[in-house]
């Protein structure tokens, strides 16, 4: 069993700066790969940033703008989010698959309850 807890979420103006961090505890964290998703309202959740070992995916609407990164050592994720705008609020999750296209293609084994990003305008 894994278990994903998020944090770092919160209120930030356009233009700014977010880091969300993933503390992971359970199975060998750095076996899996590790994902961001978001939803925002009314929507349905979608794939935001995967990272597994050297490889890395990131959604078109974030790249150039979002960074995934890991520290196995602390068995955390992180997203950096920089340049945020509205469009980018939603509920972030994070979650965990042994292979990283299933999480490329919205399937994981393990989900974090979430956390908020609101960027006003």
């Known amino acids: 069993q894994v278990k994903l807890v998020e944090s770092g979420g919160g209120l930030v103006q356009a233009g700014g700066s977010l880091r969300l961090s993933c503390a992971a505890s359970?199975?060998?964290?750095?076996?899996?790969?590790m994902g961001w998703f978001r939803q925002a309202p009314g929507k349905e959740r979608e794939f935001v940033a995967a990272?597994?070992?050297?490889?890395?995916y990131y959604a078109d609407s974030v790249k150039g703008r979002f960074t995934i990164s890991r520290d196995n050592a602390k068995n955390t994720v992180y997203l950096q989010m920089n340049s945020l705008n509205p469009e980018d609020t939603a509920v972030y999750y994070c979650?965990?698959?042994?292979?990283?296209?299933?999480?490329?293609?919205?399937?994981?084994?393990?989900w974090g309850q979430g956390t908020q990003v609101t960027v006003s305008s």
């Open positions: 979650a965990g698959d042994p292979v990283i296209i299933k999480l490329r293609r919205g399937v994981s084994s393990y």
């Open positions: 990272r597994s070992g050297s490889d890395t």
């Open positions: 359970g199975r060998t964290f750095s076996s899996y790969a």
